[in-house]
């Protein structure tokens, strides 16, 4: 069972930037593809942004295009999401998750480890 243990969350002013780190445990780490999901009190669990195992495709949700970036160190073990010109309504726990496939996915239910998450707190 692959541990993923996510950092680096905390609070930020708006307009500021934030960068989230997953550390995996286990051998499997550069197999699959990885994706970062987001949910916000009160509201389901969405989609932020997603890498390939080899890290040369990525796909991100609508909403942080262009302010966030996603990539992963295998040699580490570590997927990271950078997060510029944060915005309030990017507030709220983000988990990493590994995929049970290579490719990158939007769905949830393409993903098999989760991990428990880091807060992200953006003030106004």
């Known amino acids: 069972q692959v541990q993923l243990v996510e950092s680096g969350g905390g609070l930020v002013q708006a307009g500021g930037s934030l960068r989230l780190s997953c550390a995996a445990s286990g051998r499997t780490f550069s197999t699959y593809a990885m994706g970062w999901f987001r949910q916000a009190p009160g509201k389901e669990r969405e989609f932020v942004a997603t890498?390939?195992?080899?890290?040369?495709?990525?796909g991100y949700a609508d909403s942080v295009k262009g302010r966030f970036t996603i990539s992963r160190d295998n040699a580490k073990n570590t997927v990271y999401l950078q997060m510029n010109s944060l915005k309030p309504e990017d507030t709220a726990n983000y988990s990493c998750?590994?995929?049970?496939?290579?490719?990158?996915?939007?769905?949830?239910?393409?993903?098999?480890?989760w991990g428990q998450g880091t807060q992200v707190t953006v003030s106004s």
């Open positions: 890498i390939s195992r080899t890290g040369y495709t990525t």
């Open positions: 998750a590994q995929s049970r496939s290579s490719s990158t996915s939007t769905d949830p239910d393409m993903y098999g480890n």
